[in-house]
């Protein structure tokens, strides 16, 4: 039996086709988590961290300066990121924390299940996501609701609901910058106005919200604090072991040059990008839809100095999209790419990939990028060259 056949029997099992199968899982994997870091002991930084955005707010403290007696690093995060932890910031940290993991993987669950796609199609993402969502939740990153905040922008768009979309997506650009991206779903939306409108309110509500709990002087200091520190941490991304785990990783890692400008790949990346924005006539297509939003959630770590393996929840999101709209039988070259996908962006940092292939092979060169490079660029060749037929449209309207 073709291997193929092989998975399809397998998954097609009612329990890897149950919603609830994982809605629990997910919760169970993420209570464990949360217990288990307090317990130990060893509640993570990123939590600290988190937490102590709400916590700097209201005692004025600078965001963005080292508080070594609380946590190690820097924030990274915008202001009213500090209104979003502020219910699990004044609870107990094991209480905190376990509601914090729940809180993200649920946010991701939701956004996925808004996908207009059919249920098996739902199930396949979710399994094909969720080693990259443990990988995200022991480390308590953020990554997971950057990823549904992507989608959502996406569903509401699709769903004429443009003041929430406009809502996710200036969220996720108030939180992490990453949100903006939402905006390259702008071309599908029938009410363009009231989503640049309704987008321009939501920018001035996130801005002035943490204000209600501080002052608007200490708030106006703390973006421009931000912004300074952002760009700190972009120049010192290049080299970091744990950073640039991208495109832009491999080129300036495999060569060993960190001097070269990251200007005309990221200019190169974006005319790549904008390509198959000339089919207009695509635009109300499903299949061409999705898989733009595909591209959005891979392009969004492969060109960000900022990706960490963490950050692989966010463009796995989008092989799996991409993957489940293939017809079947699936092609050698899409299963190889699926395969090499799950395995190396997926896998490769967790404990169930050989750990000297990783630390001397996959993490010194940013390779877990490799597969998702790859599918990237098949992507935008479908989206420019291929037609409805080549991808399933029974879809969910």
Not at 31 to 36: E, Q, R
Not at 298 to 308: P, R
Not at 335 to 348: D, E, N, P, Q, Y
Not at 365 to 376: D, E, G, S
């Amino acid at each position: 039996m073709p291997i193929a056949k092989k998975l399809s029997v397998f998954f097609n099992k009612s329990f890897f086709n149950d919603y609830r199968t994982i809605y629990w899982l997910w919760i169970a994997i993420s209570v464990f988590m949360g217990i288990f870091n307090s317990m130990t002991g060893r509640l993570h930084n990123n939590y600290k961290i988190y937490k102590y955005v709400f916590l700097n707010i209201l005692e004025q403290f600078p965001l963005y300066q080292p508080r070594p007696e609380f946590f190690d690093d820097i924030n990274h995060y915008g202001p009213v990121f500090g209104i979003i932890m502020a219910p699990f910031a004044l609870m107990p940290d094991l209480l905190g924390g376990t509601l914090w993991l729940v809180m993200l993987a649920m946010v991701l669950y939701y956004a996925v299940k808004e996908l207009p796609i059919n249920s098996w199609q739902h199930m396949a993402i979710f399994w094909i996501c969720t080693n990259s969502l443990i990988i995200a939740q022991t480390n308590v990153q953020f990554n997971t609701v950057t990823a549904a905040l992507i989608i959502l922008s996406f569903t509401n768009i699709r769903k004429e609901k443009d003041i929430w979309a406009a809502f996710m997506i200036m969220l996720g650009t108030f939180v992490k910058l990453y949100g903006i991206v939402g905006f390259a779903f702008f071309f599908f939306s029938k009410h363009k106005p009231k989503l640049l409108l309704w987008s321009a309110i939501w920018g001035i509500v996130f801005f002035v919200l943490p204000m209600f709990i501080s002052s608007p002087e200490f708030i106006v200091d703390q973006y421009k604090g931000w912004f300074n520190e952002l760009v700190i941490k972009n120049q010192g991304n290049g080299s970091a072991l744990q950073q640039n785990v991208s495109f832009l990783g491999i080129l300036h890692k495999s060569t060993g040059n960190f001097d070269f400008s990251n200007i005309p790949i990221l200019l190169g990346a974006l005319l790549l990008f904008a390509l198959p924005y000339l089919r207009i006539r695509e635009y109300r297509q499903n299949w061409f839809q999705l898989l733009t939003l595909a591209s959005v959630l891979i392009f969004t770590v492969l060109f960000s100095t900022g990706s960490e393996p963490n950050s692989y929840i966010i463009a796995l999101a989008g092989v799996a999209i991409w993957f489940v709209m293939q017809k079947r039988p699936y092609t050698t070259w899409n299963l190889f790419l699926i395969i090499f996908g799950i395995t190396v962006s997926s896998f490769a940092p967790s404990d169930l990939f050989p750990d000297y292939l990783y630390r001397h092979f996959i993490q010194p060169y940013a390779l877990q990028a490799l597969p998702c490079t790859i599918i990237w660029l098949t992507i935008i060749y479908e989206m420019l060259f291929r037609k409805s037929d080549n991808y399933l449209t029974d879809l969910q309207k």
